[in-house]
């Protein structure tokens, strides 16, 4: 949504708020006015430190990420894995021989 749009959805929700909100506390129609333009108001301003906040946090996200850092961190895990993985792999293979071979000195001793 956009923030010009999200501005006026939230003031016709302030709006509808301030009505309801002035019928159910005002006992004349300068009571239900004040609540209404008060509250209003109240919730266009406060869509704008919203919008405000949104597109500040949005436009630092987008600026300060180092990509090229993070993809070098990246390469030296996807290293790291790989290594690991083949040092797993062959205590693997030793640990599978090994237990071959007790079988084979239990099978002879039987």
């Known amino acids: 949504m956009l923030g010009e749009n ?4 939230f003031t016709v929700q302030g709006f509808f708020v301030g009505i309801i909100f002035g019928i159910l506390k005002s006992f004349d129609a ?3 006015l004040t609540y ?4 209003t108001a109240f919730f266009y301003l406060f869509s704008h430190v919203i919008i405000a906040f949104y597109y500040r946090t949005a436009v630092v996200k987008t600026y300060l ?3 090229d850092m ?10 790291e894995i ?13 640990t599978d021989a090994a237990i071959q071979m ?8 039987s």
């Open 6 to 9: 999200f501005v006026y959805f």
């Open 30 to 32: 300068a009571g239900l």
């Open 36 to 39: 209404t333009f008060f509250i």
């Open 65 to 67: 990420f180092p990509r």
């Open 70 to 79: 993070h993809e070098r961190d990246l390469d030296i895990f996807v290293n």
């Open 82 to 94: 790989t290594k690991r993985e083949k040092l797993i792999d062959s205590a693997v293979k030793i």
């Open 102 to 109: 007790n079988a084979l000195d239990n099978e002879e001793k």
